[in-house]
């Protein structure tokens, strides 16, 4: 079982920066792939990015690639999210979550989410 708990969220003007963090209680964090997924209002959850557990490679959405970066402490089990030239379209509640498996975009195979926290992006 893993908990995790997201923080860092807030109102930002476009073209600022934020940075999240997932703290992680639990066992074996380090054996975990990490994902950073959005969802805005009336949209899907979608996938941002990415890091697994072992070799720390990293994948992003396109629409990310360039601003974002993940990155994980292990013995801190927190993962961070940084977002830099933000713009209103990331406006969205921002999720923490963990998966079993080597690397997944799609939500349904990730095992354990975080309760969301709030990224608004002003214009």
């Known amino acids: 079982q893993v908990q995790l708990v997201e923080s860092g969220g807030g109102l930002v003007q476009a073209g600022g920066s934020l940075r999240l963090s997932c703290a992680a209680s639990?066992?074996?964090?380090?054996?975990?792939?990490m994902g950073w997924f959005r969802q805005a209002p009336g949209k899907e959850r979608e996938f941002v990015a990415a890091i697994t557990w072992s070799t720390e490679n990293t994948y992003y959405a396109d629409f990310v690639k360039g601003r974002f970066t993940i990155s994980r402490d292990n013995a801190k089990n927190t993962v961070y999210l940084q977002m830099n030239s933000l713009k209103p379209e990331d406006t969205a509640v921002y999720y923490c979550?963990?998966?079993?498996?080597?690397?997944?975009?799609?939500?349904?195979?990730?095992?354990?989410w975080g309760q969301g926290t709030q990224v608004t992006v002003s214009s």
């Open positions: 979550a963990a998966a079993g498996l080597y690397y997944s975009p799609r939500p349904g195979h990730y095992d354990y």
């Open positions: 639990g066992r074996t964090f380090s054996s975990y792939t």
